[in-house]
């Protein structure tokens, strides 16, 4: 089975600046999905970024980013320009490609982001 | 894009008592829906692989007489937590995948049961 760990509980970021977080993953397989959630007080699930492990190149999103080390299994986050609204908690999660669609996601526990005004 | 409607997305019920709650998908059709369970400031797990037309797929541990699943339709899935008791309280989410959307999640319900 998967697992997906998160050893950040909790980071602190003042506005503007950068911070990252940090994710490792096991698994036996060679072909599968990373995602990385984010959600807020609200508690709904939102997207902040995607990445295939077939593909070496380093997902984007505005001010998102991962640094993807496959041989390592590190799926770390990076959030440039901090803003307030960035504020929630942060889930690492991982999908077996094998599946075809059917698996569910794999969760770590989570990182709670402050952001310092 | 694709979205998810969960209700209710609060409930309080006795101790002994069922409830229900509904997982509409309002835009496309989802053959697959997913069930989690979330504790406070705890990570969500997933309960079980809801698919349309067939029995529900359960994780190891979650037990299927105490959360039925049904997902009659292509647009809506329901779990039941039967016979609830307190350590039954929990946020539940579910979530649809699509091909052009990934994963989509609905809003959660919190059942507290008292």
């Known amino acids: 089975a998967q697992t997906v760990t998160q050893s950040q509980p909790e980071m602190s970021v003042q506005e503007a600046e950068t911070v990252t977080l940090s994710c490792t993953y096991d698994t036996s397989e060679s072909d599968y999905y990373l995602f990385w959630y984010k959600q807020p007080p609200s508690r709904q699930m939102i997207l902040v970024i995607r990445?295939?492990?077939?593909?070496?190149q380093n997902a984007t999103e505005n001010r998102f980013s991962v640094n993807f080390q496959k041989a390592a299994k590190s799926f770390s986050l990076k959030i440039s320009d901090s803003q307030l609204g960035d504020a929630a908690m942060y889930f690492c999660?991982?999908?077996?490609?094998?599946?075809?669609?059917?698996?569910?996601?794999?969760f770590g526990k989570g990182t709670h982001l402050i952001i310092q005004p | 894009g694709a979205v998810v409607s969960q209700h209710p997305s609060r409930v309080i019920c006795k101790s002994g008592t069922s409830v229900k709650i509904e997982c509409r998908s309002l835009?496309?059709?989802?053959?697959?829906m997913f069930w989690y369970r979330q504790f406070p400031k705890k990570s969500l797990m997933l309960m079980a692989t809801s698919n349309e037309g067939s029995k529900a797929t359960y994780e190891q541990g979650v037990e299927k007489d105490k959360f039925l699943i049904n997902h009659a339709s292509l647009t809506l899935s329901t779990l039941t937590v039967t016979s609830a008791h307190p350590e039954d309280s929990s946020f539940y989410i579910c979530s649809a995948r699509t091909e052009a959307y990934g994963y989509t999640f609905g809003s959660g319900t919190r059942l507290t049961v008292v």
């Open positions: 990445q295939e492990a077939y593909k070496q």
């Open positions: 999660a991982y999908r077996s490609r094998a599946g075809g669609g059917a698996d569910g996601l794999t």
């Open positions: 835009d496309f059709q989802a053959t697959t």
